[in-house]
């Protein structure tokens, strides 16, 4: 992305590097997705929160 020095511009080359760029895309997502369900995560306010309701029995 940014300057190419690319001189063939049909129609079938676009699809070829427009495929290899959402394949890379692809992939730093799924990367990205895995660190980010990995994260361990700390009881924070929300916890304790959905403790609290759950044991006055407050239902939404």
């Known amino acids: ?3 190419s020095d690319v001189m063939d511009w049909n129609m079938e080359s676009i699809t070829k590097r427009d495929i290899r760029v959402s394949d890379e895309v692809v992939k730093i997502m799924k990367r990205w997705n895995n660190e980010y369900l ?3 995560v700390s009881e924070g306010k929300g916890a304790n929160l ?11």
């Open 38 to 40: 990995n994260t361990p």
């Open 1 to 3: 992305m940014g300057t």
């Open 50 to 60: 959905l403790k609290k309701i759950q044991l006055s029995g407050i239902s939404g």
